[in-house]
């Protein structure tokens, strides 16, 4: 599956470096695209450094990873900037709430908000995974806005009911709603019932 993977500056960097390491172990090609404000969260959240450079946090990022390429968020030659090019998903981890205003309001500025709205546009499955407490009516309103326009909206809310027992179970339980909403095979968290 090609899948486009873009990152945003709401916190949940580790979700993020999940996902992308759940999506390349499943053989997906990924487009990966990370905002600026993405970048910083990487390198304080992954790496307990706000200042570290970008081609270092890229570096230790995509450590170990196949089958990505990665974009600049200024990049609308990129094959995620056209409707015409195949991809199979989208999804958006973490979303923030910048990013979702933007979206709903279909304007774009980068090119994660251009392959996002080329999804919508074309009717194709967007995963948006927003973070934010507590949210505001125009929160609520930007997040009704773009369910109603086809994206799926899975907040970075770990259920407790499995009975987790490390910040990895909450990651993991997140992160396997997402592969589940992209359509991924995964055993990441276990399931309820069986
Ligand atoms: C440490 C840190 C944590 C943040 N956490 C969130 C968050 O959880 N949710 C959110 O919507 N924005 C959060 N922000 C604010 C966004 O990064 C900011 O609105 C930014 O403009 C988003 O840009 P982007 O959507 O292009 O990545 C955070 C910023 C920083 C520096």
């Not at 600026?36 to 890229?58: F, H, K, N, Q, W």
């Not at 609308?76 to 199979?88: E, I, L, M, N, Q």
């Not at 981890?93 to 392959?115: D, E, F, K, Y």
């Not at 995974?129 to 109603?148: D, F, G, N, W, Y």
Request: glycine fraction near 10%.
């Amino acid at each position: 599956m090609n899948i486009f993977l873009g990152i945003t500056g709401a916190s949940g960097a580790p979700y993020a470096a999940r996902l992308l390491s759940s999506l390349t172990a499943s053989g997906c090609e990924v487009g990966l695209c990370i905002s600026s404000a993405g970048y910083e969260i990487l390198a304080t959240e992954l790496y307990a450094d706000p200042d570290m450079s970008r081609d270092l946090v890229r570096e230790r990022f995509l450590e170990g990873q196949r089958g990505v390429t990665v974009y600049e968020p200024d990049d609308w030659r990129a094959p995620y900037a056209s409707g015409s090019a195949k991809v199979d998903a989208y999804v958006v981890c973490p979303c923030s709430m910048g990013t979702a205003g933007t979206l709903a309001s279909g304007t774009m500025s980068n090119l994660i908000h251009r392959a996002a709205s080329v999804a919508i546009k074309e009717g194709r499955r967007l995963v948006l995974v927003p973070r934010e407490t507590p949210l505001s009516s125009i929160h609520l309103e930007t997040l009704l806005k773009l369910r109603q326009a086809g994206a799926v909206i899975l907040f970075a809310a770990p259920g407790f009911y499995h009975g987790s027992e490390s910040v990895d179970d909450l990651v993991n339980f997140v992160v396997a709603r997402c592969l589940d909403q992209l359509g991924i095979e995964n055993k990441l968290a276990p399931r309820w019932g069986q």
